[in-house]
């Protein structure tokens, strides 16, 4: 079935360094892609989609470009700041049908520093 | 416009007892899904909701879990008896119905714990 394989956590790094987390995933047809957010004791908050192939999402700094060719979904910033320390996670989304259910990666942490 | 409220948010019980979480989507989305995310894991679906029809169950543990949304707007997810195993946060979530790229919205999800 399909799958979303992220890599491993926690990330941390210092306020103003670039970050990029790996998300890669399995398919048989054409999904969306999403990067969610869960910050300390909030709850789950959509931060970029991509709906096709080569298609880049992008909010808050964050950018996510969907690659077909290497089924992947890069999440990246250019100058993390501490207020984006949470846990990330990479989802797909079959397009066949409205309404199919996130397939969500085990989610990485990512912890910044002043 | 008022998110996705679930309550409770926190619950601890016994294992063996029985426990029920409640969730109110947000007023219009159709589609409901419940997930349960194990510590340290990403959600995973429970059940989709169109309504009050039960469109996909495949993942829900039936032999212990049941879910109802008898009015197609709040439901209910119920465990009975729960297992030491089923600790998690269960969350909620709720969409528009018809359109591919309709958004999910997230509850804060109920964290339970069974001792």
């Known amino acids: 079935g399909d799958s979303v394989t992220q890599m491993e956590g926690p990330v941390t790094l210092s306020e103003e360094a670039f970050l990029t987390i790996n998300c890669t995933y399995t398919a048989t047809g054409y999904p969306s892609l999403f990067w969610y ?25 964050f950018e996510a ?13 250019g100058s993390v700041q501490v207020s984006d320390s949470a ?14 259910a996130l397939i969500f990666g085990k989610g990485t942490t990512l912890s910044v520093s002043s | 416009e008022a998110g996705v409220v679930q309550s409770p948010r926190y619950k601890i019980i016994e294992k063996k007892q029985p426990v029920a979480f409640w969730c109110n989507p947000i007023s219009g989305h159709n589609t409901l899904y419940w997930y349960r995310q194990n510590l340290g ?3 995973e679906l429970l059940i989709r909701y169109e309504n009050e029809e039960a469109v996909d ?21 119920k465990i009975q008896p729960a297992e030491l195993g ?15 790229d309709n958004e999910q919205f997230f509850g804060p999800g109920t964290r339970l714990t069974v001792l």
């Open chain 1, 37 to 61: 957010v869960q910050y300390p004791g909030e709850g789950l908050q959509l931060l970029l989609k991509a709906t096709k192939a080569d298609d880049k999402g992008s909010n808050k700094g």
């Open chain 1, 65 to 77: 470009t969907y690659r077909k060719e290497t089924t992947s979904f890069h999440l990246e910033k």
């Open chain 1, 87 to 100: 846990v990330y996670f990479c989802a797909l989304r079959d397009r066949n049908q409205a309404g199919t």
């Open chain 2, 41 to 43: 894991q990403g959600p």
């Open chain 2, 57 to 77: 169950d495949s993942q829900l543990p039936k032999d212990r879990f049941s879910a109802e949304r008898l009015k197609g707007v709040d439901s209910t997810l």
């Open chain 2, 86 to 100: 089923d600790s998690a946060v269960y969350l909620c979530a709720s969409s528009r119905t018809g359109n591919v």
